[in-house]
Structures are given as structure tokens and as C-alpha cells.
């Protein structure tokens, strides 16, 4: 997925995600509000029926004994077993589930109940109002036919048998969804619950579901076209800058660098691609003048060998003793091209850590090379003072810059000169009691192919320091040369940070 509809589309989601959250908080913010409103009301009804009844006795009758209440013309009320009276009606087939209605306009000779009674199919705004005795009867009140009754959940029976609490939950009666309070009476340990419709409030809510919809698709859209909109003017710089970028990196012969101009995430941008392009230039310069450097080193030993092997093709003509002589020397130069050209080889890799890295003891690689040079130049006297150390490196670059470094010290000691080697804190240290470096020559003494002008009399092609550098600086190390104070040359070589001291064990 490219860059710009990975832009849109989480513009898309966010946008989405947001009024997705704010339709959800205010449709149950609008909900919660109208609900708290219908349960106001039916608190403030339930309330009033209460604190309007009277008659306790009656209604104390009905939570003992289960049985129905109601008045006739005559003032008479029903007793306890079961009987009806003119204007009664009971339906159910036990005590303790009687439903009794009275009717409106009869006299209500000390009647518990309100004066005025609700007519509305669940009351309307007045309510639909049923008392639930301690024992579970069921008294509707109201003179709707057929009567509508009210579940009575077990918790309603509870606050009956207990004439304290309140309760609020949500049924549908008769097809119709309505919002229910029960309230204990402890006057009489019944439970008075009242109901109102939710009709009109669920339209409402309805209508809130189809504008928040609306809304949140609205919106999806939008931000589509937004994020279209953002994408191509954020995307835009960074095209123009791919567009140059590509310019100039098809034009490597003719160096260019970009304008770090604009936003400072662009300018940021053309400066790290700036520097990227001079240390690519700095490597292909590097390598054109190790080429050149290199098959100018090498003409003229190929050159001597050269001719010397046209003298040997007639060494029949030559004395013994020059053919010896002759041979020997040819040896000797082809050892040396061997030896240039496994330099170049060992410079060409550059400065980068090798593939093959492993823990190398460093003082246990000195200790070698020092042998190998005493046996070559058996007239030097070597003094070492050598800490265990381990480090992380190539082993075979590292052998390569520990003998370069003794090798430069054997070749400017006097005769029976004396080489002082030192390994502490994961720093070599070799110094020899020769000449020392010209101070003209000590800016130079690592780099490529250079050497003194003493040292053109000697063999060597000048890349053993060079190695030596390369090798410390491949792992962050270093590599110094100066002249010790008391005379001679010294050369300080760390193999990157990670050198230190280590003791090993010894089984």
C-alpha cells in the first residue's frame, strides 16, 4: 500500500473513530437523560399515590390475607374468602394472585386507594398503578378492560414483604415497552408499582440511531476526501525531492547536491542525503587512488622482475655464483609483489568489521608475532609486559596489524636494538630505539604507499601501518604514532572499545 492511502485511510478511521465515539456518548447521554426523566416521574407518581392512600387497615387486610378490595354501591367490601361484591371484579384462581379493578364513579366508603385513577392503557402520563401484597397478591387499579396487569419480578416481592426499597426496571406489557418503579409501603407491607409507557421515547431514540448513522457516514466521508486532500499536499514535497534525488544519483559524473531548502523535514532530508552522496564520492575517490597508487607500487617491481627474468632466460652465459644470485633475487621480488598485492587485497576490503568475528586473545597474538619476528632477527632483544586480553575482532586482521606494528619497529631497530612490547587495558604499545619518525613524515606514517625517504632504500610498499589503521578503526578502535622522548619511534594501536583486560582461567 503506497504511502498516500496509508495516509487517507488512517485519516478515514480516525475521523470514524471519532464520531463513532461521539455518537455513542450522545446517544447514551440522550437515552440516559430521557429515562432519568420518565423515572423522575414515576417517583414523583408512586410518591403521591402513597402519601394519598388511606384506609391502612384495608390494605394491611390485603397483604395478610391475599384477597381482593373493592367497593360497591352499597358501600360493602369483599371478605376474606374469595366472594365478590357488587363491584368487584376478581380474576385468578387463588388468593394469592387476585386482580381486582374498581370501578370509577362508585363510592369508595374508606378507600385506600387514590380519589382519581388513571384510565389510559398503562396510564399515560398518569400512570398505570397495581399493589402487590407480602404474600404475592396483585390488586390492578384503573378501568381499562381488559385490566392490564404488570409483571411482578421476585425482587417486586421482596420489597412487599419487607415495605422498603425501590426498584426500577424495564418490561413489555401487552406489547407495549414501559419503564416500572416499585416502591415498599411500610405502612401496610405492600408494594406500590407504577409504570409509564417508553413509546415515545423510544421513537426519539430511534430518530437520535438514523442521525448518529447518518452522521458517522457523513463524516467517513468526508475525512475520505480530507485525507486524499492532506496526502497529496504532504506527499507532494517529498515527490518533488524523489524527483531530484533520482537526478542526481543518474548523474554520479557530474556531482551534484540538493537544495536544503524548505520544511525542516525536508532540509533535515537533503542534508542526510547530501552527506550520503560525499561519503560515496569520498569511497569512489578512495578507491580510484588505491588503483592508481597500486599499479604505480606495482610497475616497477613487475618491471624489475621483469627483466630479470629476461637475464636468467641467458643464464647459461652468467658465472655461477651471478646465477645464484640472480635466482635469489627473483625470488626475492616476487615475494615482494606477493606481498603488495596481499596488501592491496587487505586495504581493498576496507575499514568495515569483517563477517567472521569471534573473541580473539590479544595478548596470546602478540606473543606469536613476536616469536616470528625474533626468529627472522635473531640479534633484536624483545621486552614485554603482556595483560590477558580478549577482545571482539577478525582474528586474521588482527595478526596481520600486531605484525606489521612489530615488523616496522624490527626494521628501524638498530642491531642489537631492543623491541619494548606492552599490552595493558587492551592497548598495544611498540617501541623501538631507532632514528624515529621525522616530524615532516608523522602526519603521513599511515597513510597509503607512503614512506619516508629513508624508507625507499628498504623493502615494502608502505601499507603496513596503513593496514594497522584500518584494522583498529574497524571496530572503533585507533592508532598513533609518535616519538618517545628518549629517542625512537612509538606506535599505540587499540582494537576497538570493546578491548579490556580478562584473566583467564587456566585448567
Do not use: C
Amino acid at each position: 500500500m503506497s504511502l498516500r492511502r496509508r495516509i487517507t485511510a488512517a485519516t478515514t478511521l480516525a475521523v470514524a473513530a471519532v464520531a463513532l465515539m461521539v455518537g455513542l456518548v450522545g446517544y447514551l447521554s440522550a437515552r440516559s437523560h430521557l429515562i432519568g426523566r420518565t423515572r423522575d416521574q414515576l417517583v414523583s407518581l408512586a410518591d403521591t399515590f402513597i402519601a394519598n392512600s388511606h384506609g391502612d387497615e384495608s390494605l394491611a387486610t390485603l397483604g395478610a390475607t391475599g384477597t381482593g378490595t373493592g367497593t360497591g354501591t352499597g358501600g360493602g367490601t369483599g371478605g376474606g374468602q374469595g366472594g365478590s361484591q357488587p363491584g368487584t371484579t376478581t380474576s385468578g384462581p387463588s388468593p394469592q394472585q387476585t386482580v381486582t379493578t374498581p370501578r370509577s364513579g362508585q363510592p369508595r366508603d374508606g378507600d385506600e386507594y387514590p380519589s382519581v385513577l388513571p384510565t389510559p392503557p398503562l396510564g399515560g402520563a398518569r400512570g398505570t398503578f397495581q399493589i402487590v401484597g407480602a404474600n404475592g397478591s396483585v390488586t390492578v387499579l384503573g378501568t381499562s378492560n381488559p385490566v392490564t396487569r404488570l409483571p411482578v419480578p421476585e425482587r417486586v416481592l421482596r420489597i412487599a414483604r419487607s415495605g422498603r426499597g425501590r426498584y426500577f426496571f424495564s418490561a413489555d406489557v401487552k406489547h407495549t415497552h414501559a419503564e416500572i418503579l416499585a416502591v415498599g409501603n411500610a405502612r401496610n407491607h405492600t408494594a406500590v408499582e407504577v409504570a409509564l409507557p417508553l413509546t415515545n421515547i423510544d421513537q426519539e431514540l430511534r430518530g437520535l440511531l438514523i442521525s448518529y448513522a447518518l452522521m458517522v457516514g457523513g463524516g467517513m466521508l468526508l475525512a475520505g476526501l480530507i485525507g486524499t486532500l492532506v496526502a497529496r499536499s504532504a506527499l507532494g514535497p517529498i515527490n518533488r525531492f524523489t524527483d531530484l534525488t533520482e537526478q542526481v544519483t543518474h548523474e554520479l559524473d557530474r556531482p551534484r547536491r540538493l537544495e536544503e531548502t524548505g520544511a525542516t523535514e525536508l532540509r533535515r532530508l537533503a542534508i542526510s542525503f547530501n552527506q550520503t552522496l560525499d561519503a560515496l564520492e569520498r569511497s569512489i575517490l578512495a578507491q580510484q587512488h588505491l588503483i592508481a597508487d597500486a599499479s604505480h607500487e606495482l610497475r616497477t617491481p613487475m618491471a624489475a622482475l621483469r627483466s630479470n627474468i629476461q637475464i636468467f632466460l641467458e643464464a647459461q652465459r652468467l658465472p655461477q655464483e651471478e646465477r645464484e644470485e640472480l635466482q635469489q633475487a627473483i625470488i626475492a621480488e616476487l615475494d615482494e609483489l606477493t606481498q603488495l598485492v596481499s596488501d592491496v587485497l587487505d586495504l581493498a576490503r576496507g575499514a568495515a568489521p569483517s563477517d567472521h568475528v569471534e573473541q580473539v586473545e590479544l595478548d596470546t597474538v602478540v606473543r606469536e608475532a613476536i616469536g616470528r619476528t625474533q626468529r627472522r632477527a635473531p640479534e633484536l632483544r624483545f621486552e614485554t609486559d603482556l595483560q590477558e586480553t580478549l577482545i571482539d575482532n577478525a582474528p586474521e586482521r588482527v595478526a596481520r596489524a600486531v605484525s606489521n606494528v612489530i615488523d616496522n619497529a624490527r626494521k628501524w631497530s638498530p642491531p642489537d636494538g631492543v623491541v619494548q612490547v606492552s599490552l595493558r587495558d587492551g592497548v598495544l604499545r611498540v617501541r623501538d630505539h631507532g632514528p624515529g619518525f621525522r616530524e615532516v613524515d608523522l602526519p603521513h606514517v599511515f597513510e597509503r604507499f607512503y614512506r619516508a625517504d629513508e624508507a625507499r632504500r628498504m623493502p615494502g610498499s608502505g601499507l603496513g601501518l596503513a593496514i594497522v589503521q584500518q584494522a583498529a578503526g574497524a571496530f572503533g578502535g585507533s592508532a598513533r604514532a609518535f616519538n618517545a622522548p628518549d629517542g625512537g619511534a612509538v606506535v599505540e594501536v587499540r582494537f576497538g572499545s570493546r578491548s579490556a583486560p580478562h584473566a583467564r582461567q587456566h585448567a
